[in-house]
């Protein structure tokens, strides 16, 4: 069989898959967050926490819990990484460095999972189970709980309250993450990742010398980084180490775990406004843009001249054989695509226009399907936006779901879309000026300037992969790069939660013969269209400075 064969063949697996869960798990959603009954285990934690799960909260109300509770993760993650060194279980490791601490810290409570460090080599059991796995639950049901309340905004009407967050948030992780998790994690330990709390102990021999491995919860923490479209791993070497990912079977599980919540949520989103077919609009979007993507990549890396590529199949220069070009590349755009990080390939040693691919997936805002949560209230960002360009178009106020979009809500999205590229661009152009930064470049020219641009790109979309050839562990960026992940992950969610109260005060419009049919397929294609021209084109100077000159160059 062909390697573009086999390709197409784990593409079509991938797409049966998503599509069998699609309804299910879109519906049991639905239920979640539209119930008004508490489990006894969900009762137990609002007592703990002091929590009246009933009581409905205006956006302030909710944007302050949101805030709150995450500044409190920010700060218990950032002392637990400090004093690990006291702590048991940490196998001897050191307490970590203040301006580590709190770019992991940041890292993981923005759902970024951006990792300066080795993994195996830095922290602990107790730093990686009870700190960093926590975080890659509540942070990714911080994401759903957002996106459920733009969605009340769109739903409800004359009322400003958009639920509970506190009632969103333990849902999210008691009956959506928690569960997923326990049954991918045993298929994950079936396909030979390991799950245990052994200490480091020295195997095999290479090169007259011992190899040391510590073990580690890696399969309970691998199924929630990828469900929950976190990204960070328990090893440097992410999801391409076999412990973590072990065979071609895996990576496709992998695949799957990542993409399943945000695509479903889109029939979430269609359930609790009244119209499945405005869900299938916006998944209509999704879709297109990531066949697109994935297909466009699958091409370049298999696009190959001489008898070295013939022979290996394709580009595998940082490329897993067990997963070749094929697995390595719809992983690759998966994880660019949404909010995740992962890797199980180096992107850095992808072509030149591979590198370009995944780096514009995350700077169209990553809402193809995009991350938990953050991917469905991106997407519902850039539909109020083309539904107001359309509403210029033909000289009409625009609507959306029977909500006016007038100059308070498409103010509230313009915002939106304008905090990532302003924090990239800044970020990418103050570190390009000044020495120290760009001492951390292992290549000059466009190469150089893509790993910096890709590095703030990651944080800012809150993404956490690297493009693995810039050491980022100084202080410079581990800082800068912690700002960006906490500024690009908290300040879009202002503008969410703005928009979402203003919506849900309105009255709503009836219909009339001159209203925009947003569950149309005209209206998916203005859509696509709207997330390339408004979003990809923003980032163009920038791509023909790095990838896209690298890749002519070729």
């Known amino acids: 069989m062909s390697p573009v064969l086999a390709g197409a063949l784990q593409l079509l697996a991938l797409v049966v898959a998503l599509g069998l869960s699609y309804r299910p798990l879109g ?46 993760g920010l700060l218990f993650l950032y002392l637990l990484q400090r ?31 951006w990792q300066s460090y080795y993994g195996e080599q830095t922290m602990g059991h107790v730093v990686q189970t009870g700190g960093l796995a926590v975080q890659n639950f509540v942070s990714a049901a911080v994401g759903i709980a957002v996106a459920v309340a733009l969605v009340r905004g769109f739903a409800r009407s004359r009322t400003g309250e958009l639920g509970n967050f506190w009632a969103d948030l333990v849902r999210g992780v008691v009956r959506i993450l928690l569960p997923i998790s326990v049954v991918g994690a045993l298929v994950l330990v079936a396909c030979g990742a390991i799950q245990n709390f052994s200490g480091i102990h020295e195997v095999g021999q290479f090169a007259g010398g011992t190899q040391q491995w510590n073990g580690g919860a890696v399969a309970s923490q691998e199924v929630i980084k990828e469900l929950g479209t976190n990204g960070g791993g328990y090893f ?40 499945l077919r405005q869900g299938y609009a916006i998944l209509a979007a999704m879709t297109t843009i990531w066949l697109g993507f994935t297909a466009l990549m699958m091409w370049t890396e298999f696009h190959h001249a001489g008898p070295a590529f013939d022979l290996a199949g394709g580009a595998m220069e940082g490329k897993e054989t067990r997963f070749g070009v094929a697995g390595s590349s719809i992983f690759a755009v998966a994880t660019t695509l949404t909010s995740t990080g992962a890797v199980n390939s180096f992107h850095s ?28 209230y991106g997407m519902l960002i850039m539909a109020v936006i083309a539904v107001f360009l359309a509403g210029l178009m033909v000289g009409r106020t625009p ?51 893509s790993e910096i ?47 979402a109260g203003s919506l849900a005060g309105q009255t709503p419009v009836p219909a009339t013969a001159g209203t925009l049919r947003t569950e149309k397929p005209l209206f998916a294609g203005l859509l696509v269209g709207t997330i390339t021209v408004v979003a990809g084109l923003t980032y ?6 790095g990838p896209l000159a690298e890749g002519l160059a070729a």
């Open 83 to 113: 004093l690990q060194g006291a702590l048991p279980g940490s196998l001897g490791f050191v307490s970590i460095d203040p301006d580590q601490a709190f770019n992991t810290a940041a890292s993981f409570v923005a759902n970024t999972n």
């Open 453 to 499: 641009l890709y590095a703030y790109t990651s944080g800012a979309n809150n993404n956490g992969s690297a493009f693995a050839g810039l050491n980022a562990d100084t202080p410079w960026f581990n800082s800068t790069i912690g700002i960006v992940m906490l500024l690009g992950r908290f300040l879009p969610m202002v503008f969410v939660l703005a928009l």
């Open 236 to 275: 440097n070497a992410n999801s391409a180490h076999p412990f973590e990912n072990p065979d071609g079977l895996s990576n496709l599980f992998e695949i799957y775990l990542i993409l399943v919540i945000p695509f479903a949520l889109t029939r979430t989103f269609g359930r609790m406004v009244g119209s």
């Open 349 to 376: 040693s992808f072509t030149g226009f591979g590198g370009g691919i995944a780096m514009l997936g995350m700077q169209l805002g990553e809402i193809a399907p995009g991350g938990v949560g953050s991917g469905l």
């Open 540 to 545: 163009f100077p920038a791509l023909a400075l």
């Open 399 to 449: 609507e959306y779901l029977g909500k006016k979009i007038g100059t308070r809500e498409i103010t509230f999205a313009a915002c939106y879309i304008l905090v990532t590229p302003a924090l990239v661009l800044g970020f990418t152009a103050a570190a390009l000026a000044l020495d120290t930064p760009a001492h951390s470049m292992t290549n000059s020219g466009a190469h150089g300037f």
């Open 27 to 72: 519906d049991h959603m639905a239920r979640v967050y539209s119930s008004e009954r508490h489990l006894r285990v969900e009762k137990w934690i609002y007592r703990a926490i002091g929590a009246d799960p009933s009581a409905q909260m205006r956006w302030p109300a909710y944007l302050r819990a949101v805030l709150a509770f995450s500044v409190v």
